[in-house]
């Protein structure tokens, strides 16, 4: 049983514009969510995350959006660059010091010079 | 600045061989983990170790033993390798209390026939 599920496997985006990847959980214990970033051939890195006390974090150019009530998260890269083209996870966790993230199947994106 | 260093990259393996993944941190990181990722799949935790001396399951720890040989040292042992392991690996470590952020490894590719 899947608790994190990112439903579009892939998204391609033109250079520029906005890039909008989602993101569902369905344990309602999961307080604490990231964001992570990985090119092939390479470990994941870390992006953005988000406690379920805020509702929005925002840095440069990547921002996360939280709806609790949904229990959906999105990540937002304004303007997409061809740079930003990888896979992205998101996670989540019970509590930020937890020991265990679960993680979604990730999304791939193509941005388009 | 290495960060997390797995070795090895490749590794190929007959149905019953045995071998260790080994990793390093040089982060003063007190958890570290392991991951794997199948295609089409999120990462899954294999095992972890909280702090030095310590170490527990995760969601697939069936087929495989770890051993936290230091603070910097966290390896993991396939005994008997089976096809179904067949998978990239990646180690990860975190600061522990007051640090969120887990950073990965570059990954091993194992291939077990």
């Known amino acids: 049983d899947q608790q994190v599920k990112q439903n579009s496997p892939s998204l391609s985006v033109q250079e520029g514009r906005i890039s909008i990847l989602n993101c569902d959980y369905t344990?309602?214990?999961?307080?604490?969510f990231l964001w992570y970033k990985k090119y092939p051939a390479e470990g994941p890195t870390f992006l953005i995350s988000i406690s379920s006390i805020k509702d929005k974090n925002e840095d440069g150019r990547f921002t996360v959006f939280l709806n609790k009530s949904a229990k959906h998260l999105s990540l937002h890269i304004v303007p997409s660059q061809p740079g930003d083209s990888a896979v992205y996870f998101c996670a989540a966790s019970i509590g930020a010091g937890s020991y265990q993230l679960t993680f979604g199947k990730g999304t791939k994106l193509s941005v388009i010079p | 600045n290495a960060g997390v260093t797995q070795t090895p990259k490749f590794q190929v393996l007959k149905t019953g061989q045995s071998m260790t993944l080994q990793c390093a941190q040089d982060m003063n990181h007190n958890s570290m983990y392991w991951y794997r990722q199948d295609p089409g799949m999120g990462l899954r935790l294999i095992y972890y170790s909280a702090s030095e001396g310590t170490t527990d399951k995760g969601e697939v720890p069936n087929g495989y033993n770890v051993s936290r040989l230091n603070k910097r040292e966290f390896s993991l042992r396939l005994e008997s390798a089976a096809p179904s392991q067949t998978s990239v690996y990646f180690c990860?470590?975190?600061?522990?209390?007051?640090?969120?952020?887990?950073?990965f490894g570059e990954g091993s590719w194992l291939t077990v026939v």
């Open positions: 344990n309602s214990m999961f307080d604490y």
């Open positions: 990860a470590s975190r600061q522990g209390v007051g640090g969120n952020t887990i950073y």
